[in-house]
T-cell receptor, first 113, second 112 residues
Framework: NAGVTQTPKFRILKIGQSMTLQCAQD?????MYWYRQDPGMGLKLIYY???????DKGEVPNGYNVSRSTTEDFPLRLELAAPSQTSVYFCASSSRTGHYEQYFGPGTRLTVT | SQKIEQNSEALNIQEGKTATLTCNYTNYSPAYLQWYRQDPGRGPVFLLLIRENEKEKRKERLKVTFDTTLKQSLFHITASQPADSATYLCALLNTGGFKTIFGAGTRLFVKA
């Protein structure tokens, strides 16, 4: 199993551009999450999903959108990128039976200039 | 607002000693407390979970305590090794919830 995969690994965006961060998991997990991690700060939850077609806001959802059309994929969309969105983004997943244990992807380092 | 505090200063210890990391929280009553390990440039890896009705949990060289009165958890690594060098994150979660709250982590350096 590949676990949780994220693409791209790195990206530089200009202010106002848009992009989609991809996340996929092959563990048949029901629950998926997007976090951002800023230097010296804890992970902040952006959005999460409890199943295909069901998403909900986390702590810092402004400026982002998500969709969950399949169990495997959970893309994160940034519209009109701003410097404040410069961060490392992590996708995670967990199972229905052990949903407290989250499996994280390797992260996407995004810089907005 | 809910807050988790972990020692922002790095912890330096000698190989073979016990490392003890602290996690304090306020304005929250978590049902679960978790510890994750994060290596530079990588995603966190789950280590241990302890429930609010548990005082202590062990897994190999790891031990976690959870004091809901003090609102504190201690994370111990016994017989520490240089390979234990990493950042350790504390995380809190409510029953049935999905909104895990993470601390900023404490960086541990184990010297050979």
């Amino acid at each position: 199993n590949a676990g949780v995969t994220q693409t791209p690994k790195f990206r530089i965006l200009k202010i106002g551009q848009s992009m989609t961060l991809q996340c996929a998991q092959d563990m048949n997990h029901n629950y998926m999450y997007w976090y951002r991690q800023d230097p010296g700060m804890g992970l902040k939850l952006i959005y999460y999903s409890v199943g295909a077609g069901i998403t909900d806001k986390g702590e810092v959802p402004n400026g982002y959108n998500v969709s969950r059309s399949t169990t495997e994929d959970f893309p994160l969309r940034l519209e009109l990128a701003a410097p404040s969105q410069t961060s490392v983004y992590f996708c995670a997943s967990s199972s229905r039976t052990g949903h407290y244990e989250q499996y994280f992807g390797p992260g996407t380092r995004l810089t907005v200039t | 607002s809910q807050k988790i505090e972990q020692n922002s200063e790095a912890l330096n210890i000698q190989e073979g000693k016990t490392a003890t990391l602290t996690c304090n929280y306020t304005n929250y009553s978590p049902a679960y407390l978790q510890w994750y390990r994060q290596d530079p440039g990588r995603g966190p890896v789950f280590l241990l979970l302890i429930r609010e009705n548990e005082k202590e949990k062990r897994k190999e060289r790891l031990k976690v305590t959870f004091d809901t009165t003090l609102k504190q958890s201690l994370f111990h690594i016994t017989a520490s090794q240089p390979a234990d060098s990493a950042t350790y994150l504390c995380a809190l979660l409510n029953t049935g919830g999905f909104k895990t709250i993470f601390g900023a982590g404490t960086r541990l350096f184990v010297k050979a």
